[in-house]
């Protein structure tokens, strides 16, 4: 079992800017990837961007290319998402999410939520 907490979204301006971090505990060790995933008022959620524990492959939206950062740092089992240029649309509630392998086979693991509003 893994679980997540997400921290860090709010309210910003467009064009600002909004660190997210999602801590990760239990059974760390089966974690290959984690993820961020958003989802907007009315719609399905959707992928933001990924990184491997192992190797450090990273993925994104082509929507957030050039404006959001993933990074992990594995001694605090945490990923962070750095998110500049906000926009409007980039509304949205954030989550997390734990890609996992264990003996018992693969699961995904995913926390509460946080909500991130841009807005003048």
């Known amino acids: 079992q893994v679980q997540l907490v997400e921290s860090g979204g709010g309210l910003v301006q467009p064009g600002g800017s909004l660190g997210l971090s999602c801590a990760a505990s239990?059974?760390?060790?089966?974690?290959?990837?984690m993820d961020w995933f958003r989802q907007a008022p009315g719609k399905g959620r959707e992928f933001v961007a990924s990184i491997r524990v192992s190797g450090g492959t990273i993925s994104y939206a082509n929507f957030v290319k050039g404006r959001f950062t993933i990074s992990s740092d594995n001694a605090k089992n945490t990923v962070y998402l750095q998110m500049n240029s906000l926009k409007p649309e980039d509304t949205a509630v954030y989550y997390c999410?734990?890609?996992?392998?264990?003996?018992?086979?693969?699961?995904?693991?995913w926390g509460q939520g946080t909500q991130v509003t841009v807005s003048s």
């Open positions: 999410r734990a890609k996992s392998a264990e003996l018992i086979g693969r699961y995904d693991s």
């Open positions: 239990g059974s760390i060790f089966s974690i290959f990837a």
